[in-house]
């Protein structure tokens, strides 16, 4: 994946989500190629990392600290394990639900990158931008085409603004950047 240098992640099945072969984890990482080849991003969070794919990509990408967090029981073991095979390093995995841990409590973020449902995507929308740099982006996947209308709605209403969509069959993927005043 990614424009001219190509990079490999080997993610074996799992007890975590995310090999990189369902439509919403290639429509995320789609998403991270838009975002960088026209954006400096020094510091990104991967909220519901699952196995960790999406936090790799963009460590390999941009060789930035990661941060990443997933509230599964298998997730911290599978996402350690992969970055191990993957030999990668500048990665940090904190086991908690969505913003919910100390490490968390004041940091911005550049990028979020978010492959998770719909519910848990619509209730964190307020956080999400609480978390983000001014200017920053969030790109989020995980949601059916059916679905996206309501999202795109309730980020709006949490200063977050559509820069992008992208399907793939059934899936979704919608880029925001955060906006301050009056839509920009």
């Given at each position: 994946?990614?424009?001219?240098?190509?990079?490999?992640?080997?993610?074996?099945?799992?007890?975590?989500?995310?090999?990189?072969?369902?439509?919403?984890?290639?429509?995320a990482?789609?998403?991270?190629?838009?975002?960088?080849?026209?954006?400096?991003?020094?510091?990104?969070?991967?909220?519901g990392?699952?196995?960790?794919?999406l936090?790799?990509?963009?460590?390999?990408?941009?060789?930035?600290?990661?941060i990443?967090?997933d509230?599964?029981?298998?997730?911290?073991?599978?996402?350690?394990?992969?970055?191990?095979l993957?030999?990668?390093?500048?990665?940090?995995?904190?086991?908690?639900?969505?913003?919910?841990?100390?490490?968390?409590?004041?940091?911005?973020?550049?990028?979020?990158?978010?492959?998770?449902?719909?519910?848990?995507?619509?209730?964190?929308?307020?956080?999400?931008?609480?978390?983000?740099?001014?200017?920053?982006?969030?790109?989020?996947?995980?949601?059916?085409?059916?679905?996206k209308?309501?999202i795109?709605?309730?980020?709006?209403?949490?200063?977050?603004?559509?820069?992008?969509k992208?399907?793939?069959?059934?899936?979704?993927?919608?880029?925001f950047?955060?906006?301050?005043?009056?839509?920009?």
């Amino acid at each position: 994946f990614f424009g001219k240098k190509k990079y490999s992640i080997i993610i074996p099945g799992g007890m975590a989500f995310g090999t990189g072969r369902h439509e919403s984890t290639q429509l995320a990482i789609r998403g991270i190629e838009f975002i960088l080849k026209k954006n400096k991003i020094n510091n990104c969070f991967d909220l519901g990392s699952g196995s960790g794919i999406l936090s790799f990509a963009v460590r390999l990408i941009t060789k930035k600290k990661v941060i990443s967090c997933d509230c599964d029981k298998f997730s911290e073991d599978n996402y350690n394990s992969n970055m191990k095979l993957n030999n990668l390093n500048g990665l940090f995995f904190l086991k908690c639900n969505g913003f919910r841990h100390r490490i968390l409590k004041k940091k911005r973020f550049d990028l979020i990158v978010a492959n998770i449902l719909l519910n848990p995507l619509k209730s964190l929308a307020r956080d999400i931008n609480k978390h983000l740099t001014s200017k920053g982006f969030v790109i989020i996947s995980g949601i059916l085409n059916n679905q996206k209308n309501e999202i795109i709605n309730n980020y709006y209403k949490n200063k977050l603004k559509l820069v992008k969509k992208n399907t793939l069959g059934d899936w979704s993927s919608l880029i925001f950047q955060k906006f301050r005043k009056a839509y920009e």
